[in-house]
C-alpha cells in the first residue's frame, strides 16, 4: 500500500518513520515533508492547505491511507473531502474538528456531557467580558477561540492585564478572526499532562501518558513555545489517575460523540490539567501533539497501518494495542531567538554521528544536498531507556553530537517527573 503523509513537522517525520515499518507499505509519500522524510519518503511540494492537490495527488497516485498531522487541514474539512472520493484517510471530520478549531464547542460539549474543566463565559463584547472579570473573585485565562497556532491563550496576572488580553483579541484583533469570540476560564493551578488516544466515535484507546514541556528556557521560564521537549510515560498519571479520567473523561466524550453523531476517526488529545489528584480538560486538540507524538509513537509495538486502518473503518475496538515498557525522551533543538526573531539556512552537522538515539527532522531543509535549518524548532533527539534517567542521559549525550550555529536547547527535559514519584 501507498500512504502519504500530511504535514512537515517532527510529528509527521515520525509518523512517517512508524508507517514505513509495516510490512503493509511499499511507499510513502509527505506533503511537504522536510529533509528528514525526505530519507524514507518521497517528499512532494504540495502544501498542507492545498486539498484540492492533496486529493488530486491521492487518486492519482492510489493512495491507500492518508494520514493528517496538522489540525488547520482537519478543521478545513480534507477528511470529508478524501471520503467523499472513497480514500481512506486518518483524521476526523470538520464536524468533529470544532472540538480544536473552536474552544466554545468543546467548553459546550465539555459542559453537555459533564467532563471536567475549568468553569468557563463566552464573550463577544469587549464591555460585558470586562465587567464579568471584575465580578469573579477568582484568576482567568483569557482564549481567543479560534485557530491561533498555538498562541491564542493568555495569562493575565492581574484584572488591568486581563482586560488588556480582552481588548487585544476582541478589539484589536490580534489573532485576526480566531478572535471574533473569546472564552474566559478559571485558572487552574496544578501539573500538566498529555493523554493522546486513538479514537473511533465508538471506542477510545488512550496511548502512553507525556508531559511536553512548554517554555522556551529551562525551569519552564521564557515564552511559550510549540513545545521544546517531553518525555513518557509520566509519573503524574498514576493507575488511579487513569482510572478517574477513564470515567470521567473517556467514557463521557464517547457518550458525547454519540450523542451528537459526531464522527471522529483519528486521534483526540486531551490536555490534563492534574489539580489535587482530580483531571480537568484544558483542551482538545484533534491530532497527534508535536512534540508528544515523538516519544509515544516510538513506544508503539504495534504496527501503525493496522491502527489508523481501524480507527478509519471504525473497528478500534478489534485493535490490541502494545505498548513497549520502556521510557522515552525527547529533546528540541531550536533556532536561536525561537518562539521570536531567528535566522534560518545554518549547515546542521554530526547528524550521522548520532547511534543511540533518533532523530527526527521539523524545520529543516535540504540545499544542494546539505542539511539546513528552515525554522524555529529545527529537529529533536529521542532516545528510549529502562527508566527515564536512562532515556534522558542518552537523549542528552546524543543531542550533543549535532551542532549548527546559535542551536538552543533546554538542558532540563524530563527532571520535573521526579516530583510526581
Ligand atoms: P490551551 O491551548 O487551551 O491548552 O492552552 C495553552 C496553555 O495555557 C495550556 O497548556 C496551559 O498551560 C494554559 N492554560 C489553558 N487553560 C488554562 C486554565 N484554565 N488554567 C490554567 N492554565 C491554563
Ligand atoms: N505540544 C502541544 C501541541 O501539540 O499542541
Known sequence: ??????????????LAWKLAQSPKIEKIYCAPGNAGTASIAENIST??????????????????????GPEMALADGIADVFERQGLKIFGPRQ??????????????????????????????????????IESVEYDVVVKADGLAAGKGVLIPKNKEEACAAIDDILERRAFGPAGATCVIEQRLEGDEATLLCFCDGVTIKPMVSSQDHKRALDGDQGLNTGGMGVYAPTPLVTDVLMAKVKEQILDRIIAGMQAEEMDFRGVLYVGLMIVKGEPYVLEFNVRFGDPECQVVIPLLESDLVDVCLAVAERKLADVDLRWSTQHACHVTMASGGYPQKFERGFPISGLDKVENALVFHAGTALDNGQVVTSGGRVLGVTALGDTLPDAIATAYREIEKIDFKNKHYRTDIGAKASRYL
Not at 1 to 14: D, I, P, Q
Not at 51 to 66: K, P, Q, V, Y
Open 1 to 14: 500500500m501507498k500512504a502519504l503523509v500530511v504535514g512537515s513537522g517532527g510529528r509527521e517525520h515520525t
Open 47 to 68: 502544501g498542507v492547505d492545498y486539498i484540492g492537490s492533496l486529493l488530486s495527488f491521492a487518486i492519482d497516485n492510489e493512495i491507500g491511507l492518508t494520514v493528517v
Open 95 to 132: 464536524q468533529a474538528a470544532q472540538l480544536e478549531a473552536s474552544k466554545t464547542f468543546a467548553k459546550q460539549f465539555m459542559k453537555k456531557h459533564a467532563i471536567p474543566t475549568a468553569a468557563y463565559e463566552v464573550f463577544s463584547n469587549a464591555a460585558q467580558a470586562k465587567a464579568y
